[in-house]
């Protein structure tokens, strides 16, 4: 057996040694401690609550200044937060329990209602609310009511859900005045994005809801009183209604947008104009009876009227419409002469279309003056268009109906391009049909 021995240390080495031995015993108690302290903080880290959502900076006037107090309870981190400037200016923090006991804080902003507020009591006169909104109490009140179980929301553990007396006056205060959305959202003290999905909303609501009790095409007995009624505004027989087509402008379409492209406005104003249009046959009270809503502006009122319900309606009986010099005549539809040296019957029987043509065109001239929108550049997407001009129809058929008038401040100045229409392809048995018709008025026949 082999034996391998080793020296001893003289005392100067073995101090030597000792020395580096604590050295690294420090060395390596001081990176276990510092292990420690590592696992212990990714713990409390884990601990902290996170907020479900962002602060909302109420204005840029001011800043939300948001810090963590810590406060030990039970070995958790809980989050608190100071006060600051912002919530003298109308602001709050809601709670939310979440599935796991924990609770979530969200900052909810609260603006001033006071406008609204005072136009919904007792103290708002009649005038001064027909004034800001187009129509009395009462009848907003039939709205309401009509639209309660398409337009209510429930309430929610973070806020309480506008009321449908709210959500309606939103949308029919944004139809009436065309004031932008900042404007609305400070009056009625609701977000400027809550807003423009309400008016949305109610415009959906409106033409699911009331379009089919309040614009339909009238029945038989309907018919008959209307050719009676305008009968005798103008010794014309068998009229059904009188036509006439608006322009509404719009911002350019993203796709396709010459076709929206007006050209006839552009001229006019001096700019690049985009529109849709509005095509509506009223009944003697100024009352639509069918629109044809939502097509390009660069068509002319005969192509609008080709591609309409109307020709359809023509085929299935008796019609009898009365337009102005845009349309062509047809076997149903009735226009001026435009020819030059009219004949005294000619000259009576356009006195006596421009009587029933005007029916139509003061129909228009208040809707666009009750529905301010309309005089404005709407902007909102192309295909929520046809919903926003069929609402405004909608409850313009109302406010005739309920005897609702117009105030004369509200008054406009309707103006619609004369366009060339096309004289070629009129069958000989509309002509013989108009010029009788002439004949007999100018003979009291």
């Known amino acids: 057996m082999e034996i391998t021995s080793t020296p001893f240390m003289n005392q100067e080495e073995y101090y030597s040694y000792f020395y580096s031995f604590l050295q690294d015993l420090e060395a390596n108690s001081q990176d276990s401690i510092n292990s420690i302290n590592k696992r212990q903080k990714i713990q409390e880290f884990n601990t902290i609550e996170v907020p479900a959502s962002s602060f909302e900076i109420p204005n840029s006037e001011f800043e939300n200044t948001a810090f963590e107090m810590k406060d030990w309870d039970q070995g958790r981190v809980r989050k608190s937060r100071i006060p600051s400037p912002v919530d003298g200016y109308g602001g709050g923090v809601a709670v939310e329990e979440d599935g796991g006991g924990q609770r979530r804080r969200l900052w ?26 187009r129509m009395s109490k009462l009848t907003f009140n039939m709205i309401c009511d009509e639209l309660d179980k398409s337009v209510t929301k429930k309430d929610t553990m973070l806020r309480m859900a506008i009321p449908v007396r709210q959500r309606v006056a939103v949308c029919i205060y944004r139809l009436a005045t065309g004031d932008p959305l900042r404007k609305v959202s400070t009056l009625f003290g609701l977000g400027i994005s809550t807003c423009h999905k309400l008016v949305l909303e109610v415009c959906a609501a409106i033409q699911i809801v009331l379009m089919p009790k309040f614009l339909q095409w009238p029945d038989e007995d309907r018919l008959k009183e209307i050719k009676t009624e305008f009968g005798s505004i103008s010794g014309i027989p068998y009229v059904n209604g009188s036509i006439y087509t608006t322009h509404v402008s719009i911002i350019a379409p993203k796709t396709n947008p010459e076709a929206y492209y007006n050209i006839r ?21 100024g009352i639509f009876t069918d629109i044809c809503i939502g097509y390009p502006g660069s068509m002319t009122d005969e192509q609008i009227l080709e591609k309409s319900a109307l020709p359809r309606r023509s085929k299935m009986g008796s019609l009898r419409l009365v337009g102005n010099s845009r349309y062509a005549l047809k076997d149903w539809m009735l226009v001026p002469y435009t020819h030059k040296n009219l004949s005294w019957s000619q000259h009576s029987l ?18 666009k003056g009750r529905w301010g929108c309309l005089q404005k550049r709407i902007e909102v997407k192309l295909q929520e268009l046809p919903m926003l001009l069929g609402a405004c129809c909608v409850l313009h058929n109302i406010c005739e109906m309920y005897g609702e008038e117009m105030d004369v401040d509200l008054v406009f100045d309707l103006y619609d391009d004369d366009m060339e229409v096309e004289t070629r392809g009129i ?8 010029d009788n018709i002439a004949h007999n008025l100018l003979h009291h026949i």
């Open 350 to 367: 356009n006195q006596k279309l421009d009587e029933v043509q005007k029916i139509s065109k003061d129909a228009f001239m208040r809707l």
């Open 108 to 133: 909810v902003k609260e603006r001033s209602k006071g406008w609204w507020e005072y136009y919904d009591s007792d103290e708002c006169s009649s005038d001064e609310f027909q004034k800001a909104f």
């Open 427 to 434: 069958s000989v048995n509309s002509l013989q049909v108009r």
């Open 265 to 285: 406005h552009t001229n006019r104003n001096q700019k690049p104009s985009y529109s849709t249009t509005i095509q509506g046959l009223v009944d003697p009270r």
